[in-house]
């Protein structure tokens, strides 16, 4: 439970502006919300309208939309809209060297995580009548004393904006941000992995997919794996998850087709040979960031979400959900203490902080646990016994995969939750085994 203080008066809102700084997707989210109260919203992105745009660049990252994000979506209407775009995935498919299959469910029947590809949240965003996008965007300065911004237009103007609240939500490398940077007892951290991933596409069969399609499909080899997601096209996107040494070591085609035949030889005639030749030397491997920081405000003036606040690497697929809940968090703290800044802002760091470090944390763990726990015998056990405890006792034990990605249970105390029941499972285990013997 969280205790508020509450003001008497409601302050008027559509007398304020709200800038939020970056139009993915959890900046358009938040001008949703920030309209659906009444504010004035301007929505600076320095990149172009990817709507409008001929060659769309970057990376093709699948989203796991799940509960956390759900919820978010749902508080302004969005919910059913985009999840009628999404894939269901029931479970993971683990494909072992002989190219046996099996299956671990995420969760119980009828608990699935929905893969997208694209969501419309800034067409969403353009709904409101108080919300105004701005592409080609680029923020130079701003100033933490008076909200001032300054913006670099793509014809080479610079225009000057003035808002009420600053709300940074424009990536891991945020441009908000190092402002923050600048001031005492900000604490920051960002940390590369030591792996990178590449992008393979697995082409349908005869207009078909060429796996099962509502599952998320991993080869682990302990070090390194590969994971397959299906798209809308009936393609799979394939991606590489290895240390950049390792990547290093391949350097012609032919030690490509040596390394899958090696490691992953049923992704072969399902990829193609002489896709794989190409493909694999088409990019680099990308990396991956994690980042943390505290805290997320500047005063009253400017609020961090989203990536800004806390990159995490990809590996929980709750990247996209956990900034979906920071506005839903931010817009239920604005609900409890009357929309005063001054108030709402501190309360958000001090409520959001411990679960967004939580989160990508168990990010950093899952990635060893899916390259490499889920091979083994008693990783297997250990999910049939939490399982059966949660079927005993549904409200007392409850799968850290399930509290994370199937209820809003706070990422921290899910997190406390699942060190406590770890030691239960243990004692039972233990027990068994001497009255066994």
């Not at 709507?51 to 990252?61: L, T």
């Not at 353009?126 to 913006?151: D, Q």
Request: proline share 5%; aromatic share 12%; charged share 20%.
């Amino acid at each position: 439970t969280m205790d508020y203080s509450t003001n008497d008066s409601k302050s008027t809102s559509k007398n304020k502006v709200v800038a939020v700084v970056g139009g993915g997707l959890v900046g358009a989210l938040n001008a949703c919300y920030f309209a659906k109260r009444g504010f004035q919203v301007e929505v600076f992105e320095s990149r172009e309208d990817i709507r409008e745009a001929k060659i769309v660049k970057g990376r093709s990252i699948n989203l796991a939309l799940s509960h956390r994000g759900r919820q978010a979506l749902k508080q302004v209407g969005m919910e059913d809209t985009i999840v009628s775009k999404g894939i269901p995935m029931h479970s993971r498919m683990i494909h072992s060297l002989n190219g046996t299959q099996s299956p671990i469910p995420y969760g119980k029947k009828g608990q699935v995580t929905l893969l997208m590809q694209r969501l419309d949240t800034p067409h969403s965003a353009e709904t409101y009548s108080t919300t105004k996008l701005n592409f080609a965007h680029k923020l130079l300065n701003w100033s933490t004393e008076t909200g001032a911004m300054t913006f670099l237009r793509a014809d080479g103007a610079k225009e000057e904006i003035q808002a009420d609240l600053i709300v940074g939500c424009d990536g891991a490398f945020s441009a908000i941000r190092k402002q923050f940077l600048r001031q005492s007892r900000f604490n920051f951290s960002q940390t590369y992995i030591p792996h990178g991933y590449l992008e393979l596409t697995m082409p349908p069969i005869n207009g078909e997919f060429a796996m099962k399609p509502n599952y998320l499909h991993i080869w682990p080899r302990n070090t390194f794996m590969m994971i397959a997601l299906p798209n809308l096209d009936k393609t799979f996107t394939c991606t590489l998850f290895m240390p950049f040494d390792e990547f290093e070591n391949v350097t012609t085609g032919d030690q490509v087709i040596e390394f899958f035949q090696k490691y992953f030889p049923d992704t072969i005639p399902l990829i193609g040979a002489d896709a794989l030749k190409r493909d694999y030397f088409r990019l680099p491997a990308q990396a991956m960031v994690s980042v943390k920081c505290s805290p997320y405000h500047l005063s009253d003036k400017c609020v961090l979400m989203g990536d800004a606040a806390h990159a995490v690497v990809p590996f929980y697929g709750q990247g996209m959900n956990a900034g979906f809940e920071d506005c839903l968090v931010f817009n239920e703290i604005m609900d409890q203490l009357n929309e005063d800044f001054s108030a709402v802002l501190p309360e958000y760091t001090r409520v959001r902080v411990p679960d967004d470090h939580a989160i990508a944390d168990l990010a950093m763990y899952n990635y060893v646990e899916m390259r490499s726990h889920v091979n083994s015998k008693w990783f297997l056990f250990r999910k049939y016994v939490d399982n059966t405890l949660h079927m005993i006792m549904p409200r007392t034990v409850i799968p850290l995969y399930t509290m994370v990605t199937f209820t809003r249970i706070r990422y921290h105390e899910a997190v406390k939750r699942w060190h406590w029941q770890d030691k239960v499972r243990h004692y039972i285990v233990h027990s068994s085994l001497y009255k066994g013997l």
